[in-house]
DNA sequence: GTCGTTGATTACAACGTTGTACTCGTTGAG
DNA sequence: CTCAACGAGTACAACGTTGTAATCAACGAC
């Protein structure tokens, strides 16, 4: 059951623990001679390192948690999916947690409490703000995903949320749409993403010299379908209802299409979409989504570079911005042109 | 940033180090004065136990690893979602591990290989068999979920693939459906909850006179959207195609109406549809799918007492299969009457 | 030939916890 | 009054690893 030990590899070998150990890290130099002995007696006796007892040595697990708001959330589960991938390519393991977007549970996984032994954190925060995180006393190395605010002390890794929803919506005023609402404004204007969101949608109309109407940005809570149906719901009765929808997730607008069939709407005919997110399911829905397509990949590659290097080079280095690269994604949902998968 | 250690708190309490262990743990009888006056130490210095020094020394800690196929598949992002709540409740955490389907990934993590201090596996097999198994060396205790083969030597949690496949099926029946297809048969037969599924389904047909034709199963690789729409393609070449479909997983089904929806075909009138999984999508997508719906939280729960109560009492005890329940829930993708929502 | 110098290896002491075996009063039975 | 039994607490040695300082041979340089 247990395995082998240094000392059991060392005896092996006719060495001391601590060449064993030396080889087993690479960091010293080990003559080639001793180097060959030793590897051979560690693949016989089939040595695995007991991380414990290294952690407890070094204060470093290998572990790094990383906390989205809802896992079932499309977009978290695959970029969840791309940061275990990067951190596995980088000899580390990922710790997943739920928050369910409740903020003391942020704050908690921020301050590295969520468990005793995770090396650093990566955290996208729903409602954290910069006065809760100022004085938290743990100082785990921290990482935030998907958030602008400048004032939180931790690096941030994001996209120019700004630039991509003016992007969508330059997207959607080219189709010659008019009367462009906008479903995913929180009603606190606290979360720094949807801010960024709304400055490129507006600089976007404003550049067109296309007027804008705040009725059509209702207040929306969360970025589910639930959320994106009620939110379309309220638009459909107006009396000059939007000619175009610019939802600030894929599930949002998967809900906003799902009322716009109910209500006997042609997408795109009579109301184009536009999502933000490009989940997998976008894909396949009946109308195929036109998304903000971030890449998730980089996002997380260069997540987990940063809290590796915030573990191994502990310095109080200056707070950094990674910025990763997007796409607008054209599909059905914004093509007057018929199907075509 | 390192916290209080047990000696510490020893010291501000004036005991010994072996008595605050005693006290944090509970485990011995400790005199309530004293025992006041170690909690009152803990809480001043905000003592958090070191899970590392624990785990070297006990040999446990208090995490779990959960291996899913893919982790974007919704399916396994809302199980995932499931056991890390189910683990939190009971004082544990989750590590989630992606195999993508790699046999021997499976198997390395199945043999506690894939991070060197878990207790304890919980594992969703797609590929991996008996033969693989039965000599692995390290014995983690190994849970396995939604997997039939009574083979394999660990404990098994699932639900009763066969009555469920056989409920959805004579569903389809009674809406007077005849040709009813099955998407999500594997090429290799080797896949246990296929099955099962199968077996189902072929019981239902069988008890209602209904002749089976075997060109309505075609081989599928993997329950993705992808496959299932190449299946749906596969099947609405014949000279009589199916009248209805029963689909191994939401994502197939979903890939399924997506191809039916390119070739004009309305879904329920023509072609009913039922999944198996109810992921969260399904009751948004257009339509709304009719799913077989295993209770997924029960099936964490399950898994979770299983894998620690084979973790505590380390005997070992016959393997035990557990059955978790499920419902068949009718939308509109096999409803005659007009959406409703 | 002697003496630093270098490079490879080692002994030893931590890291923070818990199990074992022990001490030390206190209590109750004979 | 003596002694066993008991309850509460403690000292010490692990667990397996790594950092530090020491050791030791080999090797040129003077």
Redesign the pocket.
Known sequence: M?GA???DV?ERA??????V??V??G?????E???ERVLRAIAELD????A???H???GRSGIIALAVPELVAPYFAELAAEVIAAAKKRGCTVLIEDTGGDPAEELRIACGLSDPLIDGVLLSPLCLDETMLANRERRVPLVLLGEQSYKIPADHVLIDNSAAAREATEHLLQLGRRRIAVIGQPSDRSHATTVQRMHGFLTALHAAGVPHDPRLVPDTREFTRADGAAAMRVMLALDDPPDAVFCFSDLLASGAMRVAHEHGLRVPQELAVVGFDDIQETRYSVPSLTTVSPDKREIAELAVDAVLHRITTDAEAPHTRLTAGYELVVRESTRTSPPTA
Chains 1, 2 share one sequence.
């Open positions: 247990a030990r240094l000392k060392a006719g060495v001391s623990i601590k060449t150990s030396n087993v890290r960091e010293v130099r080990v003559a001679q001793t180097r040595y695995q390192p007991n414990s007892a290294r407890l040595r070094t």
